[in-house]
């Protein structure tokens, strides 16, 4: 086959190269997008404006409000700033890079990589040529290969233990984060579940206390108990002080405030169940499966399930909420985000794609010296958000917005996960999708999501031999092999 001209190639919308034979393709197809009917009227009369269309989720950068800021800076105390500072990168850093304990499957499969690796090193006929002595001298030496490698390529996975210094360490790293990042997913509760004034918050593996502090200020006036779980002793004495501005005789501002250690046993139910930062923390999916039931019996309402925003995060997240979803009609529910539906992940369904299911936030970082000169950070994060029952919210369906919006020259390409549970790439231009969808479009971003009926994809006629990848690259990535 012929390879196109330069001047052809910049006007082909979507490249692909065969591994063998070198096959351009197209994958332009076009897809109908329909604004809901009430948005659609409103952008019209101009009740509101496209950039505050009610798929925008709020709030895009975040501070931590003065007084947590400065009770932070308070409870370092007489702690060399510099030292803290300086654990707190590693912390962090460590904490980014976690991934689960693996799972004795897994292990064993990598045992036995290793082994067909070291019989090509080592073959195990050798052993007829060798005496009684050297046979077991040579097998000495090849399993204590085999047990060398197979430490090398396992993840050595143990539980983060915090005394008192370290909880001090982890307020410092995480606080503005891990608050911008709850204040991000519980605002769209509060958003799009207007109804929904809680009586009561559970949080397992509460930490520092990050979740209670968003809770406290979206819903303070209804939420009648916060009840904190987490195993570390010094832990919840530290959330305990942040909740006293750092003076330890100052009265909580916060009413019915518990701390615990251990789940109740009691089968108490609770408006909304938190789970933040926490299954990497767990010994293994048993023991996170045992976890996750417990508080979904407990939950009256909403859980929300939160980890870092790497691959194994989401996957965490991801094998969360299908066990849950999974658990049985005594305790059915609904996915309610960030997935338009309760299909598994299309972006884990494909095992050779490493893109995480994953969302951006903009963050303020604590700033304890003249030496932290960045006022503005990112962090990703994965989440999941259920509800107990069915959902009555019909704008359920609405495509989320996966990866940023990418702006050109009168047209915008958005990357959407649909109610279909498929991840699917729409070029949205004025003249074939309308001046509301296009503009809609134009201003939403990443984990945004559009009040958009999506039609079926109706690809144009294309000499491929192979069927296209479900989700497609960017324009400007698009490269020859």
């Known amino acids: 086959m012929k390879l196109e001209t330069a001047a052809h190639i910049k006007l082909v919308p979507r490249l692909f190269v065969a591994s063998t034979n070198l096959v351009l393709q197209r994958y332009t197809c076009k897809i109908s997008a329909a604004v809901e009917p009430a948005v659609l009227s409103d952008l019209e009369q101009a009740v509101i404006k496209p950039r505050k269309h009610p798929g925008i989720i709020r709030p895009n950068h975040i501070e931590l409000p003065k007084q947590l800021s400065d009770t932070l800076k308070r409870i370092v105390g007489d702690h060399p700033v510099r030292k803290v500072l300086r654990d707190s990168v590693l912390l962090n850093s460590y904490i980014k890079s976690r991934h689960p304990p693996p799972t004795p499957l897994e292990i064993e499969n990598k045992k036995r990589l290793i082994v067909e690796e070291i019989n090509a090193e080592m073959p195990l006929d050798r052993l007829a040529t060798l005496s009684a002595e050297e046979a077991a001298r040579w097998?000495?030496?090849?399993?204590?290969?085999?047990?060398?490698?197979?430490?090398?390529?396992?993840?050595?996975?143990?539980?983060?233990?915090?005394?008192?210094?370290?909880?001090?360490?982890?307020?410092?790293?995480?606080?503005?984060?891990?608050?911008?990042?709850?204040?991000?997913?519980?605002?769209?509760?509060?958003?799009?579940?207007?109804?929904?004034?809680?009586?009561?918050?559970?949080?397992?593996?509460?930490?520092?206390?990050?979740?209670?502090?968003?809770a406290s200020e979206l819903w303070r006036d209804s939420i009648f108990e916060y009840y904190n779980v987490d195993k570390?002793?010094?832990?919840?004495?530290?959330?305990?002080?942040?909740?006293?501005?750092?003076?330890?005789?100052?009265?909580?501002?916060?009413?019915?405030?518990?701390?615990?250690?251990?789940?109740?046993?009691?089968?108490?139910?609770?408006?909304?169940?938190?789970?933040?930062?926490?299954?990497?923390?767990?010994?293994?999916?048993?023991?996170?499966?045992?976890?996750?039931?417990?508080?979904?019996?407990?939950?009256?309402?909403?859980?929300?399930?939160?980890?870092?925003?790497?691959?194994?995060?989401?996957?965490?997240?991801?094998?969360?909420?299908?066990?849950?979803?999974?658990?049985?009609?005594?305790?059915?529910?609904?996915?309610?985000?960030?997935?338009?539906?309760?299909?598994?992940?299309?972006?884990?369904?494909?095992?050779?794609?490493?893109?995480?299911?994953?969302?951006?936030?903009?963050?303020?970082?604590?700033?304890?010296?003249?030496?932290?000169?960045?006022?503005?950070?990112?962090?990703?994060?994965?989440?999941?958000?259920?509800?107990?029952?069915?959902?009555?919210?019909?704008?359920?369906?609405?495509?989320?917005?996966?990866?940023?919006?990418?702006?050109?020259?009168?047209?915008?390409?958005?990357?959407?996960?649909?109610?279909?549970?498929?991840?699917?790439?729409?070029?949205?231009?004025a003249s074939k999708h309308g001046k509301a969808a296009y503009s809609c479009a134009r201003v939403s971003r990443w984990g945004d999501r559009l009040p958009i009926a999506l039609g079926t994809p109706q690809p144009k006629d294309s000499k491929s031999i192979t069927e296209p990848q479900q989700e497609l690259q960017p324009l400007e990535s698009t490269k020859l092999a």
């Not at 950070?377 to 917005?401: E, F, H, N």
């Open 139 to 214: 097998q000495r030496k090849r399993e204590a290969k085999i047990n060398k490698r197979l430490d090398q390529r396992t993840y050595a996975w143990k539980r983060i233990e915090y005394g008192a210094y370290e909880a001090i360490v982890y307020a410092i790293a995480r606080a503005a984060q891990e608050y911008a990042v709850m204040r991000r997913v519980l605002s769209e509760i509060q958003m799009r579940d207007e109804k929904f004034t809680p009586r009561s918050y559970i949080d397992f593996g509460s930490g520092i206390g990050t979740g209670m502090w968003v």
């Open 232 to 429: 570390s002793r010094e832990m919840n004495e530290l959330s305990e002080l942040i909740l006293q501005q750092g003076q330890e005789n100052k009265q909580i501002g916060l009413r019915n405030v518990f701390y615990r250690q251990f789940l109740p046993a009691i089968d108490t139910k609770y408006d909304l169940v938190v789970i933040s930062h926490t299954l990497f923390e767990m010994a293994d999916k048993q023991q996170r499966e045992e976890v996750l039931l417990n508080l979904w019996r407990k939950c009256d309402g909403y859980m929300v399930i939160v980890e870092e925003g790497t691959r194994r995060g989401s996957e965490l997240v991801n094998e969360a909420r299908r066990f849950l979803l999974r658990s049985g009609d005594e305790h059915v529910g609904e996915t309610f985000a960030p997935c338009p539906h309760d299909l598994r992940c299309p972006r884990l369904s494909n095992l050779a794609d490493r893109t995480p299911c994953n969302f951006e936030i903009s963050y303020a970082p604590l700033r304890l010296s003249a030496d932290s000169a960045a006022d503005r950070k990112t962090s990703v994060y994965s989440y999941a958000i259920l509800k107990k029952g069915t959902i009555s919210d019909s704008s359920r369906q609405w495509p989320r917005i996966v990866r940023p919006t990418l702006v050109r020259s009168k047209h915008s390409i958005c990357r959407l996960c649909t109610e279909g549970g498929k991840l699917q790439e729409v070029i949205f231009t």
